[in-house]
């Protein structure tokens, strides 16, 4: 049973940063991925990282601000946000895979975590 448990969101100053951190378990690998969803708007991809590799797939909004990486030692995989903007908010999911490269391909992930809140003002 794979379970995603998403922490690290929060409010936080427009230009501020924020590390959001997702743990999985049940899970051995595959792609492990970052979404997110603003009020009224469709969720959208963040930013993707294939287990144990560094192949990985960052959305064009998030390129320069935010990276994707991994501990797999600890089966956790982190979103680091640097100089947040308005349009940063939402809340934010971590997703699983797995055994495939599912770049921000929303169908092709099969577990998703609760979310975490991301408030940037």
């Known amino acids: 049973h794979v379970q995603l448990v998403e922490s690290g969101g929060g409010s936080v100053q427009a230009g501020g940063s924020l590390r959001l951190t997702c743990v999985a378990s049940g899970y051995t690998s595959g792609t492990m991925g970052w979404f997110r969803q603003a009020p009224g708007k469709e969720r959208e991809g963040v930013a993707a990282v294939y287990t144990g590799t560094s192949l990985r797939m960052t959305a064009h909004f998030a390129e320069g601000r935010f990276t994707i990486s991994q501990d797999n030692s600890k089966k956790t995989t982190y979103l680091q946000m640097n100089s947040l903007e308005l349009e940063d908010s939402g809340v934010y999911y971590c997703?699983?895979?797995?055994?495939?490269?599912?770049?921000?391909?929303?169908?092709?992930?099969?577990?998703w975590g609760q979310g975490t809140q991301v408030t940037v003002s």
């Open positions: 997703a699983a895979s797995p055994a495939q490269w599912a770049e921000l391909n929303q169908r092709s992930y099969t577990y």
